[in-house]
């Protein structure tokens, strides 16, 4: 099954359901208007949902429509939690080893994870607001998951069944402002700003054997204005996979539907498969000649993070961004 | 005005509100059934509300009942946003004098924040469950505000026109956690459990006079197995306030209704004001002899936090918490 939030001017917007190839949708008012009312009420709701799902593939739901993914909102345009993995332990050992320094022994054992803001997320074509280009503006191409309940204490494997729904994320970083961040110690405030996610989430049967092991055994693309720039394997290369992720949170406390779990940037040794984010580019040239020569984005440049299935076409839909300065969306806001 | 969350077996709750003196309380359903809805469209639903307070505080509420804290969620049982200061640097140097760190220049322009789990709040007076006592348990006793939508990029002042609302917070803490996530560099993720919130939360008006520049000029009262071990002005030695702390989280991002704020331990350099955290007493300990003496919770602890208006009666309830086992509550749960 796969679902959307269409933008309606509200803070939640409308469900919709949009059909496996991505081309139609049908609003899902007839069970559920907003996706965090499903997540809350899965068992009842979800299988009305994939009746409808079922009809729409079939060319059947009366009152469809063509999916734009530029109406949409995030599937989840806000959410109770927004916990991010750096499960792809390749991308620390890059950052760490351009800086001299060494990774801990602990990292291959103990997950990396921050807790990000979850109150305001980007659609999947929203422009993304910076007041400035010395931030350091990068994109991180994800693969995040929702889940259901999980109760304090939950192991990795159990972690795994409380997996809903699969998305895509372009977890936006100020690079300039994480080396403060990090000696701060008290983790990322300013230096993640608002998330973007795909125009679709999907249930893990739409992967079908691509999704094993908690892993999602497919290649992740990113287009940098328009190059494609990477073209990095989720799968194998996953330190930690999505139960041991989730398993990691819930060790202390519960987490509750509609929490979103990220895999951190997706990061392969072979420097050939390219990257998920312009810190690792930059981290690779200076391991290779002393410094880095690839700049962060600048206003107007452009992202585009997909994954197709192994039978061709786009599972997630895609993230479709551009760089854009602050105050030219507040002028134009104050125009309106 | 003041509000709480009434306990009915849904996520969110039933929304009340609750009179001054904290004696009774009138469902608001005839305005709006949770809190996030009144957030979220607060200049239409707050007067509503407003007008019920009034006539709840005259006697003249036709379906007015007995109030009783122990039946509260916490105010926002959940939330989009948990994001949380140590505006009181002295708690800061306490903490790092004792182990013979620096507090760097920076922490006195710069405010100290993390952001905390939101999806699953414990209510004033619900059991904290912790798998074992040799986590390092500790009370965090703070003051914490619900904000409006708040533009990125918004100053100090302005930002201080956001604070809708009011509360107590409990930030329990696993401080023998702590020293690891600090050296990860990414925050808090498995050394702060869920937090509780005080039975009311309220608007800054209520606080009259004691509501000023942004902090709550009023003493915070810690309670621990019946002994007071702190009573703690909450208001001068904030330094930063509310403003300053809600500017720095909308550097970069904008903060949406709901999103909760706090201020970390309230903390005074006169020592004979007592503590709102176990760590900073042994901080002190430390300080003084070389070596902690006071250990931290055991199960069957207890801890009060409660606030009292100039005047004399408790402004937000009290957070009255018992440290449970999770496995006692497991089993119980397992045997309802």
Redesign the interface.
């Known amino acids: 099954m796969k679902l959307a939030t269409y933008k309606d001017g509200s ?1 939640d917007g409308q469900l919709v359901v949009v059909s496996k190839d991505l081309t139609m949708a049908h609003y899902a008012n007839g069970v559920a208007t907003r996706l965090q009312q499903v997540l ?1 009420d899965w068992n009842f709701l979800s299988p009305q949902l994939d009746d409808l799902y079922v009809s729409l593939n079939h060319g059947k739901a009366r009152h469809a429509f063509s999916f734009d993914p530029k109406l949409c909102m995030a599937p989840l345009p ?4 927004w ?1 991010d993995g ?1 499960a792809f332990i390749n991308h620390v050992e890059l950052v760490r080893k351009a800086r001299n320094a060494e990774v ?1 022994a ?1 990292f291959y054992t ?1 997950p ?9 997320f980007l659609g999947p074509c929203d422009k993304a ?3 400035s280009e010395d ?1 350091g503006i990068d994109f991180e191409a994800e693969v995040a998951v929702i889940t259901g309940d999980i109760a ?2 939950t192991d990795p494997q159990q972690a795994l069944d409380g997996v809903r729904l699969l998305m895509l994320a372009n977890d936006w970083s ?1 690079r300039n ?1 994480v080396p ?1 961040e ?10 993640k ?2 998330t973007a996610f795909s125009p679709v989430a999907v249930t893990p049967d739409e992967l079908g054997p691509a999704w094993s092991g908690g892993r999602v055994h497919l290649k992740l693309q990113s287009q940098w204005n328009g190059q494609r720039v990477g073209l990095c394997d989720a799968g194998n290369e996953m330190t930690f996979h999505f139960g041991e992720l989730i398993a ?2 819930a ?9 979103i779990v990220g895999s951190g940037t997706v990061s392969n040794k072979d420097w050939s498969h390219g990257y998920s984010c312009i810190a690792e580019k930059r981290a690779i040239e200076t391991i290779e000649s002393g410094s880095p020569q690839t700049e962060f984005m600048k206003f107007g440049d452009t992202i585009h993070i997909e994954m197709m299935g192994k039978d061709g076409p786009s599972i997630f839909g895609a993230i479709d961004q551009d760089v854009t300065p ?1 105050h030219e969306a507040q002028t134009q806001a104050s125009q309106d």
């Open positions: 803070r809350d806000r959410a109770y939690q916990c750096s801990p602990s103990d990396l994870m921050y807790q990000g803001g979850s109150d305001d607001l910076f007041a931030l304090m204490g100020l402002l403060g990090l000696a701060k110690g008290f983790g990322f405030v300013q230096s700003p608002a990691h949170i060790k202390t406390r519960n987490l509750r539907a509609g929490a602050l």
